[in-house]
């Protein structure tokens, strides 16, 4: 497992932009599969986005177009570009690494069992 420590959160308007930042600490030979979810009051967990080994993405529908994740080999970190927020984006968005080789990376975006390692969360407040 690593330590992962997300940054980037904060209240901003409609239609504004947010990058999350998530650094990796420990072991990140391992972490490669890596992923953002977010979680609302009230609401269960959801897949935003993941990324894979080799740099494949893919995305939940509610983001497409809107969000892109991308990692930083060089310096142990996963990013989410978050553009064109809406209300509904307000979440606390939370990092997730180690995700489960075998699976699909569509398959892990609605699995947040299948990551060993989170992180605390960042929060982010969309408001009208």
């Known amino acids: 497992q690593v330590r992962l420590v997300e940054s980037g959160g904060d209240s901003v308007q409609v239609g504004g932009s947010l990058r999350l930042s998530c650094e990796v600490f420990g072991d990140s030979h391992s972490s490669w ?3 953002w979810f977010r979680q609302a009051p009230g ?9 894979d080994d080799d740099g494949m ?5 509610s983001v497409k177009d809107r969000f892109t994740i991308s990692k930083a080999y060089a310096k142990d970190a996963l990013y989410l570009q978050m553009n064109s927020l809406k209300p509904e984006d307000t979440a606390m968005y939370y990092c997730a690494a180690d995700g489960d080789r075998g699976l699909r990376i569509s398959r892990l975006l609605r699995m947040p ?11 982010v407040t969309v408001s009208s």
């Open 57 to 61: 993405t893919t995305y939940a529908d």
């Open 33 to 35: 599969y890596m992923a």
């Open 43 to 51: 609401k269960q967990r959801e897949g935003v986005a993941v990324i």
């Open 113 to 123: 069992t299948a990551f060993t390692s989170w992180g605390q969360g960042t929060q």
